[in-house]
């Protein structure tokens, strides 16, 4: 049985930096606080957490009053910031560049909406790290759209703004963005403002034609992963023997009888040594060294 891993899987660039951020930081101070889970990742977590790297919730901020604090890739509203300031606590911001533009692009697109009378619609998941970000930015005064049953709650006679969380499906952004300028009474005042991250974007046709060229795929990755759940329905999409799992433990022996072929791949959230480690343990079962 051959089992490739996908060349093209992986952390993203936002994710590399804040990891990095973080080690690097660990070398210069014992105690350094990580604001929500540094990546969606469970495994990738705990191998930092052994470095000394604690997580925190919220409601922990206070407890790290002067002390040194890292926000993740996914970024934070400003309170947040203004909360940190209050208690003398140490920033390190490694909040993805192109969720910062994207904050950037909220910001603008409120401004032009409250001028006109419009709304701003954000197509995201409600509650996830970077949407509490985006739509922090602006007092949360946005609409959160998941899907086309959301679009109800949108005023279509007036101005929209529609702009998308980075690591969104293009198609369903798409699609949405087609629905709202049918159902527009003014078509001229929908501004439709593709946001999603071509750096993760760009690997849905890459997966579908590696899951496409293997008998059973494996995609590895945290459940927390909003990326990983949109990344894991393309291969599913391309090949209906597609498995997520977070780690080598949740493997069955039984996906892989009778196949010739197995493909690893993952999310942006995904480190390349937790999918190599997948990979010897499926070759292990297949008695292949």
Same mark, same amino acid.
């Not at 052994?50 to 002390?67: E, F, N, P, W, Y």
């Not at 208690?87 to 910001?107: E, F, G, H, K, S």
């Not at 496409?212 to 023997?241: H, M, P, T, Y």
């Given at each position: ?18 990891? /990095? ?5 660990? #070398? &210069? ?5 990580? $604001?929500?889970?540094?990546? =969606? ?7 930092? *957490? ?7 919730? =919220?409601?922990?901020?206070? !407890? ?7 926000? &993740? ?13 209050? %208690? ?17 692009? +909220? ?14 619609? %954000?197509?995201?998941?409600? /509650?996830?790290?970077?949407? +509490?970000?985006?739509? /922090? ?16 709650? +949108? ?16 198609? $369903? ?5 087609? #629905?709202?300028? &049918?159902? !527009?009474?003014?078509?001229?005042? +929908? ?5 999603? @991250? ?5 690997? *849905? ?7 496409? !060229? ?16 949109? $990344? @894991? ?15 080598? !433990? ?6 892989? *009888? /009778? ?14 040594? $937790? ?15």
């Amino acid at each position: 049985m051959r089992v490739v891993i996908d060349d093209n899987s992986g952390f993203c660039f936002g994710v590399v930096r804040a990891i /990095g951020e973080a080690e690097a930081a660990l #070398q &210069r101070v014992a105690d350094v606080s990580s $604001l929500g889970d540094i990546v =969606h990742n469970r495994v990738e977590v705990q191998r930092l *957490e052994t470095l000394g790297l604690r997580t925190i919730t =919220h409601d922990d901020i206070a !407890s790290v009053k002067g002390r040194t604090m890292l926000i &993740r890739a996914h970024g934070e509203p400003p309170r947040t910031y203004r909360l940190a300031e209050e %208690l003398n606590i140490d920033i390190i911001d490694a909040t993805c560049p192109v969720v910062a533009r994207l904050q950037r692009r +909220v910001r603008e697109a409120y401004a032009k909406m409250s001028a006109e009378g419009g709304c701003v619609v %954000l197509l995201g998941k409600r /509650g996830h790290a970077e949407v +509490v970000g985006l739509t /922090g930015q602006v007092n949360d005064d946005v609409i959160v759209v998941e899907g086309e049953a959301d679009l109800d709650v +949108v005023n279509f006679d007036k101005p929209i703004y529609f702009l998308s969380q980075t690591t969104q499906s293009i198609e $369903l952004f798409n699609y949405l963005g087609e #629905q709202i300028r &049918r159902r !527009s009474s003014c078509v001229e005042s +929908v501004t439709i403002d593709d946001t999603i @991250c071509r750096r993760v974007a760009g690997r *849905e046709p890459l997966l579908a034609e590696f899951a496409q !060229s293997v008998d059973v795929v494996i995609f590895v990755s945290g459940r927390k992963s909003s990326n990983g759940r949109v $990344l @894991c329905n393309v291969c599913r999409g391309a090949n209906e023997r597609c498995y997520m799992v977070e780690d080598e !433990s949740e493997l069955d022996r039984t996906w892989f *009888e /009778g196949v010739e072929s197995v493909g690893i791949c993952g999310a942006t959230s995904t480190p390349r040594w $937790l999918m190599e480690q997948v990979a010897e343990a499926i070759e292990e079962m297949s008695n292949v060294k």
